[in-house]
């Protein structure tokens, strides 16, 4: 990977389709890498095809779709002419798990290739898709097909990714590939979710480009352990701080909170930005950068630029329900908007920033009344029952389930659904059918000094043209 084909700035992959095909062309337009984010593309795809796929984009992606009798299928499954009537639920999708389904692999994948496939049109930039490594069940159908739509990058962070450039090998060239599935309880099983590209077409193909990856780190130890494997080595790092939107990792050591219940990050937290320039491998920092004074430092640093999430997430090309991103925005500006690093939030176990917002999760009264469900599961765990075989838990289902499956209460004390509350800052909340409707769950960085200079109601290309004011042409 030349340093002239290099992005200076990269569009952070946010939330649930925050990071949609729109924001990333936008980005993409400008000569940098726009990202689309991969997280639970199976459900966006579904749900708005119940809509009835509002201007045909979807139907326009899957009709480019290289097998379609699997476009049919998931069309006949989820497309509604006109929409389903308001208020009626949305019909679900599979679930992600260990036991092969073709449908669900299927779905991801279409999923996947739709979105990658429309933030490609009408440019010739770059576009990446960035993925959780936490949501390893999903991983090789969604990775597979985000290639077969030619992304050029793939960014993943929440874990360490040391399986992912095999994966990408063996998919570039049509192979079967599978990754390790963390199993508790499993001790020395391996247990393994994979994809076999002939399963889907057994027509020969040609070979797929294989996208470059950027591992996502909090730590110049992750990113030395990452490269010093030819197997694991990505092409690149982010460098994350914990100010940064989303999940965090949690502190080094022995985890303290402040005063206002958040976790205290010390020098150990610190990356080492000597020890990663040394390892050879371009890299970029995020949290807290999103500004030319943030370019001009991280330059400065040896980075090759920047990744910037927050001031794209608010931007007019974002996935965010506009009536939530137009609130946030107004107290971003305002300096009232208080974003929390909340320890239990998440169903992960990280500390996950949560935008405060009446009306939203962030809410207690309306995280009261939510009744608590697990019905997408992203962030369920497996786990081996006493019976040898494998089940599933969420801290974020209901208490006394979660306890018969072997946990203890307090674990799942303050956590929310990410999964759904995520969805609903999407405007594709779930609506039950007792009548209740999912609210919504907000991140953002905690770090608002990337609206400064930024026009009122700002674009993709206002925030990319006022950070590159301090970078070199």
């Known amino acids: 990977m030349s340093e002239a084909a290099l992005p200076v700035l990269i569009q952070g992959g946010m939330g649930v389709a925050v990071s949609g095909w729109r924001l990333a062309r936008a980005v993409a337009r400008t000569g940098q890498l726009g990202v689309v984010s991969g997280t639970a593309l199976d459900v966006t795809l579904a749900r708005r095809l119940q809509l009835g796929d509002p201007g045909g984009h979807l139907r326009r992606a899957l009709a480019c779709f290289p097998v379609p009798a699997i476009a049919e299928r998931v069309l006949g499954r989820y497309f509604v002419p006109g929409g389903t009537e308001p208020g009626q639920p949305y019909r679900p999708v599979p679930r992600l798990g260990l036991r092969p389904n073709r449908a669900r692999d299927e779905l991801i994948v279409v999923a996947n290739f739709a979105e990658v496939f429309l933030a490609r049109q009408g440019h010739d930039g770059l576009i990446g898709v960035n993925y959780l490594e936490k949501i390893q069940l999903a991983t090789p159908a969604a990775v597979y097909g985000a290639m077969l739509a030619g992304v050029d990058y793939v960014l993943m962070g929440a874990g360490i990714p040391a ?119 371009p890299f970029w920092l995020a949290g807290g950068y999103g500004t030319p004074d943030g370019m001009a430092r991280a330059l400065a640093a040896g980075a090759t630029g920047i990744q910037v999430g927050s001031a794209f997430a608010l931007c007019r090309e974002s996935g965010l329900d506009d009536g939530l991103r137009r609130r946030l925005l107004r107290e971003a500006a305002a300096g009232t908007l208080e974003v929390r690093n909340d320890p239990r939030a998440s169903p992960t176990g990280f500390p996950f920033k949560v935008a405060q917002m009446p009306g939203t999760l962030s809410e207690p009264g309306v995280h009261e009344q939510r009744p608590r469900l697990c019905d997408l599961g992203y962030l369920r765990t497996p786990y081996v029952k006493p019976d040898g075989a494998i089940g599933y838990r969420c801290p974020a289902e209901p208490v006394d389930t979660y306890v018969r499956k072997g946990r203890p209460a307090e674990e799942a004390a303050g956590r929310q659904c990410l999964c759904n509350g995520l969805t609903a800052a999407i405007g594709l909340g779930q609506h039950r059918g007792d009548g209740y409707r999912e609210p919504a769950l907000l991140t953002l960085g905690q770090d608002a000094a990337f609206l400064d200079g930024l026009p009122e109601d700002h674009s993709a290309a206002d925030v990319v043209h006022r950070i590159l004011l301090g970078a070199p042409a």
Do not use: N, W
Not at 169 to 176: I, L, S
Not at 247 to 270: C, I, V
């Open 163 to 281: 399986e992912i450039p095999y994966l990408l090998d063996e998919f570039a060239a049509h192979r079967p590939a599978e990754i390790t599935v963390a199993v508790a309880g499993a001790d020395d099983t391996r247990h393994t979710i994979g994809l076999d590209p002939a399963a889907l077409s057994p027509r020969p193909a040609e070979p797929l480009r294989r996208p470059k990856l950027l591992a996502i780190v909090s730590s110049h130890v992750l990113a030395t352990y990452l490269a010093r494997s030819p197997q694991a080595r990505p092409d690149g790092f982010v460098l994350e701080t914990p100010v940064a939107g989303g999940h965090s990792a949690p502190p080094r050591g022995r985890l303290q909170l402040d005063a206002a219940g958040e976790p205290l990050y010390g020098p150990r937290d610190e990356v080492d930005t000597d020890r990663v320039a040394a390892l050879g491998l």
